[in-house]
């Protein structure tokens, strides 16, 4: 006989309101039935009703852990539709902003899975790594979670001495290699809690269509920074790593090789960051009616604006955002059938969802 | 007041127990929230334990500008809690729905639908802040305790990242950060 548990909206293992319906066959699930909305502010159809300042401030607030990618994103659109293109510090500084926050949210997700594995004392190793990473963005913009620095054509801040930085960031490398990388890659425990459960095979990755880690994890080699690099990646060398088997093991490898590639990508940048300007500097904006949209690469795969413009507006006629959980999520139920229903947390947990994103 | 209820006071003082809520946040305030009781801003120092379950704890922290969805979760939740209860919203979305402003979907500020006691201002607040918070909560629970007297609330000072004596804080009330520079 099969029965409905429900899980959430406002459950202890869940970071955000979600509702989570698992039809079970005694401690099997057999299907999974997921309801978001509940963190639906209705941003978009705000953003209509700010002007070309204030939206990138509202566009900040979509997520808490992201929060530069979508400002990022929304200014590469714009600045299509101004006709700006930023010089090639801001250009840097944007790579170097955009990696340490896939870095924090990296390692924040390891400690969320840490808990919900039942390792907490990893859990409390990875937040405390993660303040060594937040030391970094709050010496750069002077926040710690929306840091306000991309505007259109560059960015609000300098990094005024990017070897200070550096020398912060192998710091943390060290301590990455030291502590967080060998339990999640070596350990037993991670290892007997994560291999073989919630596995998303590489065909139904394909139909799902799933972005980012969780995409990697199952075998498709894709990446917006390699396949069509934004800001100054296409002068960085960097691997993309891809693990074949789709499990939650699978993706807490790619996630950990990832902390180390984006090490290597903030040392290359830190070190060949040129001289010069950090933005246009141009006061007065002109928009061009239109729409243009941008790609970027976020901490959980592919985020897309598209942002439309009427002529000699303020406010733009339309942003539209994809955000990475909105193609993952459906990958959920895939995953957890046939899963046992104590799995299920590490499970959905596993694709890093960001239900605040989503719902918008 | 007999012996029993002063031990309950200091009891009450000493070990809140946190019930944290997502009344439709953008993560920010919640992540500041679990990032104030790891290592290095250790709020457990204060008693404070996260708790799952609305029914065994004491403080009733909620983030987000409650979204039409959240109201009636935020209701049945604040009701489950056992009194004496504190509320601490925190961030400026509880308080004042922020950038969210003039949205249809929302339904907040927050108290408009349950009492707030602490407000933590900030966008979002820092970890020292969401502490200091939780301790003056904790403090009106003891007082709570002792007298069931309604008790105004308490609007946090603003908390900056330490300065390290390089401005002149001309708030006299502005608290010293207890974090420490590596």
């Given at each position: 006989m099969s029965y409905k548990i429900p899980m959430g909206?406002?459950?202890?293992?869940?970071?955000?309101?979600y509702k989570l319906d698992l039809i079970c066959e005694g401690e099997t699930v057999s299907d999974a039935k997921l309801h978001i909305g509940f963190n639906f502010r209705g941003i978009e159809h705000l953003a209509e009703s700010r002007n070309y300042i204030q939206v990138i401030a509202l566009m900040e607030r979509v997520c808490g852990i992201c929060s530069n990618i979508h400002t990022l994103t929304l200014c590469q659109a714009m600045e299509q539709l101004t006709g700006q293109t930023p010089p090639p510090r801001a250009q840097y500084i944007r790579v170097v902003v955009a990696e340490l926050e896939r870095l924090h949210s990296h390692v924040l997700w390891a400690g969320i899975a840490a808990k919900l594995m039942g390792f907490k004392t990893m859990f409390m190793t990875c937040f405390e790594l993660r303040e060594k990473v937040m030391d970094i963005l709050q010496a750069i913009s002077g926040n710690r979670v929306n840091y306000s620095m991309n505007r259109i054509g560059g960015v609000n801040r300098d990094i005024d001495d990017p070897l200070a930085v550096l020398a912060m960031v192998e710091q943390l490398e060290r301590e990455m290699v030291r502590t967080v990388i060998p339990i999640f890659t070596t350990s037993t425990t991670a290892r007997l809690r994560c291999a073989g459960i919630g596995v998303l095979s590489n065909r139904k990755a394909v139909s799902c269509g799933v972005v980012g880690p969780t995409a990697r994890a199952s075998g498709l080699p894709q990446d917006l920074r390699r396949a069509a690099p934004y800001a100054a990646y296409s002068e960085m060398e960097f691997d993309v790593p891809v693990q074949q088997d789709g499990d939650v093991r699978a993706r807490l490898l790619v996630r950990a090789l990832e902390i180390m590639e984006s090490c290597k990508i903030l040392r290359q940048a830190l070190t060949k960051m040129p001289p010069?300007?950090?933005?246009?500097?141009?006061a007065k904006i002109a928009f061009s009616a239109g729409t243009a949209t941008s790609r970027v690469e976020a901490p959980r795969g592919e985020v897309m604006y598209s942002v439309s413009w009427k002529e000699?507006?303020?406010?733009?006629s339309r942003v539209h955002v994809r955000t990475p959980t909105f193609v993952n999520m459906p990958a959920i139920r895939w995953m957890v059938i046939g899963a046992r229903l104590a799995d299920t947390p590490l499970i959905q947990a596993s694709i890093d969802p960001c239900y605040s994103c989503t719902d918008r | 007041m007999n012996l029993w209820n002063r031990l309950m006071c200091y009891s009450r003082r000493r070990s809140p127990w946190l019930f944290h809520m997502n009344g439709g946040s953008c993560n920010g305030c919640d992540i500041e929230l679990i990032a104030s009781l790891?290592?290095?801003?250790?709020?457990?120092?204060?008693g404070v334990r996260l708790e799952g379950s609305p029914r065994h704890a004491d403080i009733l922290c909620i983030t987000g500008p409650v979204t039409h969805n959240a109201v009636n979760a935020i209701k049945t939740v604040y009701g489950q809690v056992c009194g004496p209860k504190a509320v601490v919203a925190i961030g400026s979305c509880p308080a004042t729905t922020n950038v969210f402003i003039d949205s249809r979907t929302l339904d907040g500020p927050l108290n408009r639908h349950i009492p707030v006691d602490v407000f933590v201002p900030g966008c979002p607040p820092r970890p020292d802040a969401i502490i200091l918070g939780v301790a003056k909560a904790a403090e009106i629970l003891a007082e709570r305790a002792a007298k069931k007297i309604p008790i105004d609330p308490v609007v946090m000072p603003l908390v900056g990242p330490p300065c390290n004596g390089a401005c002149a804080c001309s708030t006299p009330n502005a608290p010293k950060s207890t974090e420490e520079q590596p």
């Open positions: 909206p406002y459950h202890p293992a869940l970071e955000e309101p010069g300007e950090i933005s246009t500097g141009d000699s507006s303020r406010n733009p | 790891t290592p290095r801003y250790d709020a457990e120092q204060l």
